[in-house]
Nanobody
Framework: QVQLVESGGDLVQPGGSLRLSCAVS????????MGWYRQAPGKQRELVAT???????NVADSVKGRFTISRDNAKKTVYLQMNRLKPEDTAVYYC???????????WGQGTQVTVSA
């Protein structure tokens, strides 16, 4: 059984910072990729950032230079440090992992990030 528990979403003013965390409860297989996606009202879910085992990172152009993704393999946790937040960053942020040789996807329940004055 795989469970992803997200935390860190909040209401923040433009220019502020937040740190999202996603802790994975699972054992017996390798977590190849960990990442964050977001979905704003009326829009499709989009990639924010992913980090693969061994470190290769992919970051969306819209957040490059402001958001940083990292992972702690020992804690099976992925983080998203979000700085200089903008109103357009408002969305539900979802944690995603890919596990096992089949790279099966698992998703968290989502955490709301609202950027507003």
């Amino acid at each position: 059984q795989v469970q992803l528990v997200e935390s860190g979403g909040d209401l923040v003013q433009p220019g502020g910072s937040l740190r999202l965390s996603c802790a994975v409860s699972a054992s017996g297989f390798v977590i190849y990729a960990m990442g964050w996606y977001r979905q704003a009202p009326g829009k499709q879910r989009e990639l924010v950032a992913t980090i693969n085992i061994g470190g290769p990172i992919n970051v969306a152009d819209s957040v490059k230079g402001r958001f940083t993704i990292s992972r702690d393999n020992a804690k099976k946790t992925v983080y998203l440090q979000m700085n200089r937040l903008k109103p357009e960053d408002t969305a539900v942020y979802y944690c995603n992992i890919q596990v096992g040789s089949s790279r099966r996807d698992y998703w968290g329940q989502g955490t709301q990030v609202t950027v507003s004055a």
